[in-house]
């Protein structure tokens, strides 16, 4: 099945810099990948999402690019702002199977 | 509009006992998703259902976790002769259809077993 790897586990990156979060995964078949951002106590909230047929998706200070050869994908987030502070999920899936999520990555933006 | 609603909340079981947890999706999202995320983890999957049916339940580790989705929409997940090391955070999520689209999750449900 499905194997999705995540890095870092945390990140500390000074306000106005930019963040990098980083997944491979192992089923060639899988072709939906979407981020979740988890702050403490709340339920994940899916930020932005990306399908195969494109390389990179943008929305404001957040991107995601993909690479299938290579089976990775990475969440770039610019001019970071102390409420992005949160646990940021990869995750992937082919469709016709469970979505699968990485362990997380605890980001933390100091002011 | 409404989002995806879970209840209760937080749910405190003595070992041994039964469980109910429920959710109500996003209305007119057809599938369904039951995770359990455990400290410090992602969302694990358990059970996906697409309509009434439950199209893959995998994830459930074992014979003592249980779904139902009667009527398409709201969905019990029951647990039955709890354990300790069933103490997490279960998570419904909702989309509009099964594939690849995109998952709404709701608030999640707290249950404690000691």
């Known amino acids: 099945g499905e194997n999705v790897e995540q890095h870092p586990s945390t990140l500390s990156v000074q306000e106005g810099d930019s963040a990098v979060i980083k997944c491979t995964y192992s089923?060639?078949?899988?072709?939906?990948f979407p981020w979740y951002k988890q702050e403490l106590g709340k339920r994940p909230q899916l930020i932005i999402d990306?399908?195969?047929?494109?390389g990179e998706k943008k929305d404001q200070r957040i991107a995601v690019t993909l690479n299938k050869t290579a089976k990775h994908f990475s969440l770039h987030i610019t001019e970071t702002q102390p409420e992005d502070s949160a646990v940021y999920f990869c995750a992937a899936t082919s469709g016709n199977t469970p979505l699968v999520f990485g362990k997380g990555t605890r980001l933390s933006v100091i002011a | 509009g409404a989002g995806v609603s879970q209840t209760p909340s937080n749910k405190v079981t003595e070992k041994g006992k039964y469980v109910e947890l429920r959710c109500d999706p996003i209305?007119?999202?057809?599938?369904l998703y039951w995770y359990r995320q455990s400290l410090g983890q992602g969302p694990e999957f358990l059970i996906y259902?697409?309509?009434?049916?439950?199209?893959?339940d995998s994830g459930l580790p074992n014979d003592r976790f249980f779904a139902v989705r009667p009527e398409g929409s709201v969905s019990t997940l029951k647990i039955q002769r709890t354990e300790r090391g069933d103490s997490a955070v279960y998570l419904c999520a909702s989309s509009l259809t099964g594939g690849r689209f995109e998952q709404y999750f709701g608030p999640g449900t707290r249950l404690t077993v000691t």
């Open positions: 259902f697409q309509g009434t049916g439950a199209a893959d």
């Open positions: 089923d060639s078949a899988s072709n939906y």
């Open positions: 209305s007119g999202h057809t599938a």
């Open positions: 990306i399908r195969s047929n494109v």
